[in-house]
């Protein structure tokens, strides 16, 4: 049994359907369906699950539900995927941003202590590195200055499990997830938040001078990482991953615009607290310890998550 956190939203639904569907793997899931965008999608992505998967409703603080699930379902492997996301949301709650990330991680760590689950993974983030100008990002650099609450948070995380795995010989391992899109990505991400506006004829939000580099990284790239750490054995980890390749701001909107046959038209803004001026990965630990591969570059990634936007939108 594999217990995912956060198995309603857009890594976590993906993550489901490929070990249920393809692994045949039993699974159960946690999600507080919260309001931080439309619980309805949400619930959406989740339908096609519901006959499947034992779904807890519940904020992964609230130790006694968690606790009253795990105990009745007994999950072998967590894969810790529930946080509140988003860098610029965080320098507006960094409390409940700690809050969640920080105690809700410990509280489901705790619990994994207490039932003796074999492999506890952790979804971090890229955000960790802050604005280090060592690239491309490996594991190994020091992490000492994140560029906002969310990636002091899933650095915490990490801590967290290390301290696990030291203590109490709990196998963790962290993954560090670089810019992942796809189909059901959050509708506040750029790139759904950008083709949403182009095809609504609307000004994009374009921040800063558009030289700013992320390592965008597809849907199903991340789900074959997380699948392989799934099956991972070892005591404590830190991996990448990412596409490992980096395109700009201005570039990706040039992608969008060709891929959607749409123009954007930019409202320029200063750029943001937060925002770090690069994102890339160096994978090369993935692939030895995980056997990982991306193989979906951006332009093919931009042309999947279009056409799924487009499907959506003529059923609505």
Not at 162 to 186: D, E, K, M
Request: hydrophobic share 40%; glycine share 8%.
């Amino acid at each position: 049994m594999i217990l995912v956190t956060g198995g309603a939203g857009f890594i976590g639904s993906h993550l489901l359907e490929h070990l249920v569907r393809e692994k045949k793997q039993a699974c159960c899931a946690i999600d507080e369906f919260n309001d931080y965008y439309d619980p309805a999608l949400k619930r959406e992505n989740f339908a096609g699950l519901k006959r499947s998967v034992p779904m807890l409703e519940a904020d992964i603080r609230d130790e006694k539900k968690v606790e009253k699930f795990i105990r009745t379902h007994r999950p072998e492997t967590i894969v810790h995927l529930a946080a509140r996301a988003g860098v610029r949301p965080s320098l507006e709650q960094p409390v409940l941003y700690e809050s969640v990330n920080g105690g809700g991680t410990l509280v489901l760590l705790e619990l994994a202590r207490k039932f003796g689950v074999k492999r506890f993974v952790f979804a971090s983030s890229s955000s960790v590195y802050g604005a280090s100008k060592q690239v491309p990002f490996r594991e190994t650099d020091p992490v000492m200055e994140q560029a906002s609450p969310y990636g002091v948070t899933k650095r915490a995380g990490e801590l967290y499990c290390s301290n696990y795995a030291s203590l109490y010989g709990l196998p963790c391992i962290a993954l560090r997830f670089f810019t992942v899109y796809g189909p059901r990505q959050r509708p506040d991400m750029a790139i759904h938040k950008f083709a949403r506006l182009m095809l609504a004829g609307k000004p994009i939000p374009f921040y800063g001078d558009g030289l700013t580099r992320r390592d965008y990284t597809y849907i199903d790239d991340i789900i074959q990482g997380v699948a392989a750490a799934c099956e991972w054995e070892g005591r404590f980890e830190i991996v990448n991953l990412g596409e490992s390749r980096t395109i700009e701001l201005r570039e990706l909107v040039e992608l969008m615009e060709k891929t959607l046959g749409r123009k954007a038209e930019r409202q320029n803004f200063p750029e943001q607290p937060g925002d770090v001026p690069a994102t890339w990965a160096d994978i090369s630990k993935a692939k030895r310890l995980l056997g990982y591969r991306p193989s979906v570059p951006v332009e093919a990634g931009l042309k999947r998550f279009a056409a799924w936007l487009l499907a959506r939108r003529k059923t609505r």
